[in-house]
């Protein structure tokens, strides 16, 4: 129509009306099909559209919404629809003649895996934890956009990211996968995460719903807990992401609570998450955590992944026998609807396209310039001063070609294939060690052009230290290996890495331990090195990430997510019972295993809600780093506290005391009067405080209003409780700076 206003207006008089009447039609023929089908007209809410179009479908079709079809490459999950489900997780049919499009799903904690099987690129954007350690909603409202943007680009309409367990053990495998130990932390950061995921019109997923916090026996551990516990802890972490998220879909998890299985739990899934919070969408089992029809569909159970072992022909067979009301089939069926089209997924339907493999690395880089935590930094050893440093020795960790990543079901492929072996000759297997080709050395090469920078491997202790010998400075990199399905033995570094740091400082004092891991690690060296830097699992970008912050062009601004313990034996649970396969097949698919099973691994949370650092707090045992702890090139100081009992809101000055620019997460704390029983401190917010040297700001923090109350289990609600709360302000939640007062009266 732009070429029309350039062109005589008498050389279109025929066309025209022409063009008028076929735009008529086209409207028209919208028109008639949303009369035909008004559950396609986009004004009406997802509730009712999904009851328009359930009333539409046969029984038959409805079934097919509450299971999958297989998943590729796993020989017991095979089924005739496998092929159908792109290369990804899992595939559920739709009613195509109904408008309702297949749910295609993929993987995608912090990347779209199975790219590579595909021969597609994926991001990997640095590890989830890594995310929740920039504390920065905002940010983590853009790691989620760019994976659902790319599980478009690759074909998916659904994600089955969104971890939000809380890191009650850090030997957890999964641990790098969520965000970190505090609830109102992990559910904001997963929160914003999904909730922008989502609103790239894919069906976005919170997970494992609940307490799934150790992958030692999972198929069969079950965790004893308190309901008021198990509220203010793990639930809680849950219900904070779901409300900001508003997600589509619920994952249950393999393990027991309190007796029941998660996926077929009548406590947390049909009281809590669907009573008392008042969720729409769907909850999907785990693969392969179901383990009943009847009991799992009644408990709240919509959708058995990845197979239809109970909730296709058996629950069929279910309904036609009576034992199950067409009612409840439809509550189902209607929620995984209601998702697609809350999702978007119906009105916008996926097409493959290219991946903006450049867009996605400068976010990676981006995300993982704010997360990465300065532990140590003795007599400012960093940053390297790149004007005055001459030669640096870089040691171990494979940083002359790698950085690694975490594995399991998260493990997004890396271009060219695994960095370690020869590129594009070792396919990537979900427990596999796989290192991205981000190359520390060369980055640190390119920041610092004038300096002789050489690597040696530390293969051989007595290379490794001439060359620390030899350098004005020495970075050694470490690393820590995670994957789901397993647990790490202890919190040291493998492969006798602390001997190599030892050997390393001995000969160089001025060393830095550069740690790529996806947790907590023991540190014994630590007071004898100069400068400590968690890295975590630094995704596609990693490399030239922490090139900037080691060399001083990004300041670090990462504070910890969790707690770095000093032992094994500081923990709630200073040992993880061992697992034989043996064992854990026996526990599978039965409600009810050996009695020997049961009993070998059932497991008290006596901690209650004393999630990492309240634990430690409450405890009084000494840690390595703090939750909340993260140094950086400047310095901070606070001043002016003010305590708003009416608003419940916190204000006080932070001030730039140092000489370069740098931002302050500020972070808020609060204990409860002493009627609640507890001895511990509850992160209540925090703000990111953005300062230039010498500036200072008045900052306002409202205390998040479901941090206050305490669960009354005889209530079976929430009760906020009169009298002084004591506030704490500061760095980070063993460092309080100002220290108040708020009231709340009766």
């Not at 995921?197 to 999972?218: M, P, S, W």
Request: glycine fraction near 10%; hydrophobic fraction near 40%.
């Amino acid at each position: 129509m732009q070429m029309l206003r350039f062109q005589s207006p008498s050389r279109f008089r025929h066309t025209l009306p022409v063009l008028a009447a076929a735009v008529c039609l086209i409207f028209r023929a919208a028109e008639a099909q949303q009369t035909a089908q008004p559950w396609m007209n986009k004004s009406l809410p997802p509730e009712q559209r999904a009851d328009l179009v359930l009333k539409e479908m046969t029984s038959d079709e409805k079934i097919a919404l509450l299971h999958g079809n297989g998943m590729p490459g796993v020989p017991n999950w095979q089924m005739p629809l496998t092929y159908m489900g792109n290369g990804g997780a899992g595939y559920v049919q739709g009613v195509p003649r109904l408008g309702i499009p297949a749910i295609v799903q993929s993987d995608a904690a912090y990347g779209v895996r199975n790219g590579g099987a595909n021969g597609r690129y994926a991001t990997a954007l640095p590890s989830n934890l890594a995310a929740a350690s920039s504390w920065n909603a905002e940010l983590a409202c853009e790691y989620g956009g760019l994976i659902g943007r790319e599980l478009r680009a690759h074909g998916f309409n659904m994600t089955l990211g969104g971890g939000v367990n809380l890191t009650r053990d850090p030997r957890n495998g999964r641990t790098f996968e969520y965000a970190g130990e505090d609830p109102l932390l992990a559910g904001t950061v997963v929160g914003h995460l999904m909730k922008c995921e989502q609103a790239e019109h894919v069906i976005g997923d919170i997970k494992h719903y609940v307490l799934n916090d150790q992958e030692t026996g999972r198929n069969i551990v079950n965790v004893s807990i308190s309901k008021r516990a198990m509220q203010e802890s793990d639930l809680l972490a849950f219900h904070i992401g779901l409300k900001i998220a508003d997600p589509a879909a619920v994952m249950c998890s393999y393990n027991r609570v309190n007796g029941a299985f998660a996926c077929e739990n009548p406590y947390t899934l049909r009281e809590v998450l669907k009573k008392d919070w008042g969720f729409h969408g769907f909850v999907l089992s785990d693969w392969g955590g179901t383990h009943s029809t009847e009991e799992a569909l009644s408990a709240g159970l919509d959708q058995e992944q990845p197979m239809a072992d109970y909730f296709g022909p058996k629950l069929k067979a279910a309904v036609e026998a009576g034992k199950v009301p067409m009612s409840q089939i439809d509550d189902s069926a209607r929620r995984v609807l209601y998702a697609e089209f809350l999702s978007g997924i119906v009105d916008d339907p996926v097409e493959k396209s290219v991946v903006d493999a450049e867009a996605g690395l400068a976010l990676a880089q981006k995300v993982e310039e704010q997360s990465i935590v300065l532990l140590k930094n003795a007599s400012g050893i960093l940053p390297l001063d790149r004007e005055k440093i001459r030669r640096i020795a870089v040691i171990g960790g494979h940083a002359d070609i790698a950085m690694i990543s975490g594995g399991g079901s998260a493990q997004v492929d890396p271009p060219g294939g695994n960095a370690i072996a020869p590129p594009g000759q070792k396919a990537t297997h979900w427990q596999d060690h796989i290192w991205f080709p981000t190359s520390p050395l060369q980055a640190l090469r390119t920041a610092m052009p004038e300096a002789k920078i050489d690597f040696d491997s530390g293969q051989d202790l007595s290379s490794a230290v001439q060359l620390a010998k030899s350098a004005e400075v020495a970075v050694v990199f470490a690393y820590q290996w995670e994957a789901e399905g397993m647990d790490l033995p202890n919190l040291s570094l493998p492969d006798n890495q602390d001997e190599l740091i030892e050997r390393v400082v001995a000969a160089n004092p001025h060393t830095i331990v550069v740690l790529e891991t996806g947790t907590a690690v023991k540190m014994p060296w630590l007071d004898r090195v100069g400068g400590v830097v968690e890295a975590w699992y630094a995704g596609s970008s990693g490399h030239r990430a922490l090139a900037r912050v080691l060399t001083g062009q990004v300041n670090p601004t990462g504070k910890l997510a969790m707690t770095f313990p000093k032992s094994e034996e500081d923990l709630p649970h200073p040992v993880i019972p061992p697992l034989s396969r043996k064992d854990e097949g026996q526990g599978t698919g039965a409600v009810n295993g050996p009695a020997h099973v049961q009993s070998k691994y059932a497991i008290t949370y006596s901690e209650g809600s004393k999630v990492g650092y309240k634990w430690y707090e409450a405890e009084h045992k000494p840690v390595l780093f703090p939750f909340g702890f993260g140094l950086s090139y400047t310095t901070y100081a606070y001043d002016r506290l003010k305590i708003d009992d009416a608003q419940r809101a916190v204000s006080f000055s932070v001030k730039n005391t140092g000489t370069r620019s740098g931002v302050e997460i500020a972070q808020v704390y609060v204990a409860l009067p002493a009627v609640a029983g507890e001895s511990f401190h509850r992160l209540a917010g925090w703000s990111r405080v953005e300062l230039q040297p010498g500036e200072s700001k008045v900052v306002t923090v409202a205390i998040h209003p479901d941090i206050l109350p305490v669960y009354d289990e005889a209530k079976s609600g929430w009760t906020l409780l009169p009298g002084t709360y004591k506030v704490s302000v500061g760095p980070s939640s063993a460092s309080a700076s100002l220290n108040g007062d708020l009231h709340i009266a009766k």
